[in-house]
């Protein structure tokens, strides 16, 4: 433990001392009455109006607004795509798109609509907030409700959301794309009444991991992709090594890149200020298609992306103990080693690692069994 310690901290010996460990009881979930109160939600990793004022879609074929977004917008991106392709249509796959926040899942799902929505005869795109529950993002779905034909008033949660997903899979025309943007895994219960793969092209994205579905992990960036995808967004001569480093830093974090590179563009800010961004808690005064608005500083608006608040006590304080820790991989041994005592089991640290494996806060090696915090998370 003590050469471990040391070769991680580079610390001399100190005097040690007890470790809190919180337990506190997560509260359940409280029923919700129906609520007409339409408007728009801003959480997770994007920014999308989930609830709608009007049936403001362009063709009959698109039963709630569609996001869009051409491909060749994106980088590094164009084998993922067609492998999504792949596992929806000729594998008649339920596709969960994975990844940590920031990473583009969003972004992928709105290319799979661009690129192959002219082949779908009915598509349907929910929303979900990631806080509220998920039945929501449908019954406050306006143009959802009104291309249905279904009539809120005086309906409980589980008639309308049943009422719903029903007409939903009494559709006959082929093929159609159901996407469910943003989910948890609180759509586990649901999963048999929702829109089904026999039925419908059913696709997910998540910073969760959900059983029994089929994962698409969503990668971060290469060294030459991420460096293209500052390019981009910077649109100015660039000194690439210079580009490299702070990429790098980052650990290509393809949100953090395109507001770094929109930072840098619109204030002259120079790379030396781009690397510590963070201590600076850097001014960008500029919008991503994810914001929707002008992003004020880097910091805040990262620190908007992952609500810690989310999270039991027990998984924010294993969560402290990593931030202490470099931003290398450790060991589920070595964690153990560090971090277990007589109040703290070992099926404990591991309960609470894969808990937030599995919600996108920890990234996980299977070959070495190690867990990771991403530099963004550790940052912020």
């Known amino acids: 433990m003590k050469s471990y310690l040391k070769k991680l901290l580079g610390l001399e010996k100190k005097e040690e001392k007890a470790v809190s460990i919180p337990h506190t009881e997560t509260p359940a979930a409280t029923e919700k009455p129906v609520t007409k109160n339409y408007k728009i939600e801003q959480t997770g990793d994007n920014s999308i109006q989930n609830n709608y004022f009007g049936t403001d879609t362009k063709t009959s074929k698109e039963l709630t607004i569609v996001p869009k977004r051409n491909p060749n917008d994106l980088i590094g991106r164009t084998a993922f795509l067609q492998e999504l392709r792949t596992k929806l249509v000729e594998n008649q796959e339920i596709v ?121 992990e969503l990668n971060f960036l290469d060294e030459k992709d991420a460096i293209d995808l500052f390019k981009k967004y910077y649109q100015r001569t660039i000194d690439q090594t210079a580009v490299a480093e702070v990429v790098h830093l980052f650990e290509y974090h393809t949100l953090t890149i395109e507001i770094l590179a929109k930072a840098m563009r619109k204030n002259r800010h120079t790379f030396e200020s781009l690397k510590v961004a963070f201590d600076l808690d850097l001014t960008v005064g500029a919008e991503t298609k994810h914001s929707q608005s002008k992003i004020e500083r880097v910091k805040s608006y990262l620190s908007s992306i992952f609500k810690m608040s989310r999270l039991t006590d027990k998984e924010q304080w294993l969560l402290k103990q990593f931030a202490c820790l470099p931003t290398t991989p450790h060991r589920f041994e070595d964690l153990a080693l560090l971090l277990c005592t007589d109040d703290l089991p070992r099926e404990n640290l591991s309960s609470w690692a894969e808990e937030l494996q599995e919600k996108g806060w920890l990234l996980y090696n299977e070959k070495d069994d190690s867990f990771k915090m991403h530099a963004i998370i550790y940052e912020i």
């Open 96 to 216: 969960l798109v994975n990844a940590m926040g920031g990473v583009g899942k969003t972004s992928v799902a709105e290319a799979y609509a661009f690129q192959y929505g002219e082949e779908y005869a009915k598509i349907v795109w929910i929303h979900h907030t990631g806080s509220e529950d998920i039945r929501f993002a449908f019954i406050n779905n306006v143009p959802l409700l009104e291309n249905l034909k279904i009539v809120q008033d005086h309906k409980q949660i589980d008639e309308l959301f049943n009422e719903i997903c029903d007409k939903l899979n009494q559709i006959d025309e082929k093929p159609k794309l159901f996407v469910f943007d943003n989910v948890t895994k609180d759509i586990f219960p649901y999963l048999g009444i929702m829109p089904s793969q026999s039925k419908w092209h059913i696709l997910y994205t998540s910073r969760h991991q959900i059983e029994d579905i089929t994962t698409m």
